[in-house]
């Protein structure tokens, strides 16, 4: 690879940021009353919130696994591997301390809503699952790349088998990754299957992004697949029921928003590497830098992380489109001011974790 960053990647995580940020302030505090489906400025803000976090997933994906291939094609991935599970039990860890209320923990009242699930939680998972994948395939790049396809599509496919999936006989920690019944909002299924692509893609970028006009190849490649998924992915899933008579293949496609939201992202690779010129050193790529200290600042102020004291609190569903939109700009702005002279970037969260591990490993055992 020529270039030590694909600067595109950083305007795909700021989008991705920005319109979790609005898509939260919104959801969380718009009056239900006007949630009208049918509505085109509803059904359209509603549309581009869907498309938030299968982009964190295949980006994550992407990124991880594109820094991993570097390392090891330098000859020396441990330090990587060893930063990547590191990051990936950091990401965890922060998942589930953004949902501590410590004022009812001193009043001795704690709630299972601690153990719920989030984005942090199964990108973390999603980073680890990828590292030991690595591990057992990477010295044979090709098998890595089809693991990784098969993978996702895997994951995909067989979303109706677990849609509905109730677990009663394992403890709340481990099935809230693959159950929703208690409140999770993520679970490591489907939503691995994102990050196996974006992994998938990373090998596709490393292998072949040195060569003459790859990207003009890859950026029309990005729009050809991505409408094909979005427009043909249920034909093709109907078309192999028709051949296999393989009755999954059916349920997949009679709600097939997997592969649908998988070709939008794609398209949004597509538009950002096309421009990626125009995004280097731009406020839009330093935004893209700051992803994990932009969400820990809007989970701490919208929901009122460790205190219960948030926005949620005092306008819990109850503004006008209006006020709903003119806040949620107001919310962007002061978050990314917050992150931008506070939190400089992800790697100030990751470092200042690490300094922490450390101070506690010099402390003296007792």
Not at 12 to 37: K, N, S, W
Not at 71 to 91: Q, S, T, V
Request: glycine share 6%; with cysteine.
């Amino acid at each position: 690879m020529h270039s030590n960053r694909l600067h595109f990647i950083d305007a795909v995580r700021a989008f991705a940021i920005l319109m979790m940020l609005q898509g939260h302030f919104i959801d969380t505090l718009l009056d239900p009353v006007y949630r009208i489906e049918g509505n085109p400025a509803y059904d359209v803000w509603s549309y581009f919130r869907g498309i938030t976090a299968p982009t964190f997933f295949t980006i994550s994906g992407l990124v991880f696994t594109y820094l991993l291939l570097k390392a090891n094609a330098k000859g020396d991935d441990r330090p990587r591997i060893k930063k990547g599970l590191f990051r990936g039990l950091l990401l965890i860890i922060i998942g589930y301390s953004l949902r501590v209320n410590l004022v009812s923990w001193f009043e001795g009242v704690f709630s299972p809503y601690f153990l719920v699930v989030d984005v942090l939680q199964c990108i973390g998972l999603s980073l680890i699952i990828l590292i030991c994948l690595h591990i057992i395939c990477k010295n044979h790049s090709y098998i890595f790349s089809i693991v990784l396809f098969s993978i996702g599509c895997l994951c995909f496919v067989t979303e109706p088998l677990y849609r509905n999936l109730v677990i009663d006989n394992l403890p709340l920690v481990i099935a809230n990754y693959m159950t929703k019944v208690n409140g999770s909002v993520f679970t490591i299924l489907p939503w691995f299957g994102y990050s196996a692509f974006g992994a998938f893609l990373s090998t596709v970028f490393f292998r072949h992004a040195h060569r003459t006009r790859f990207k003009i190849f890859s950026i029309l490649t990005f729009f050809v697949v991505g409408l094909l998924l979005m427009y043909c992915s249920t034909w093709f899933l109907l078309k192999l029921h028709a051949w296999t008579h393989i009755e999954l293949l059916k349920l997949s496609a009679d709600y097939n928003y997997l592969f649908t939201r998988l070709g939008n992202v794609i398209i949004l690779f597509g538009v950002f590497y096309a421009f990626e010129r125009f995004l280097k050193q731009s406020i839009i790529a330093r935004i893209g830098e700051k992803t994990l200290s932009i969400y820990v600042i809007h989970f701490i102020i919208l929901f009122g992380s460790f205190t219960g004291i948030g926005l949620k609190r005092f306008y819990n569903q109850s503004l006008n489109p209006t006020e709903a939109i003119i806040g949620a700009l107001m919310f962007i702005v002061v978050v990314c001011i917050i992150s931008f002279y506070y939190a400089r970037t992800n790697h100030f969260v990751y470092n200042l974790a690490r300094k922490i591990v450390d101070l506690l490993k010099k402390q003296p055992a007792r």
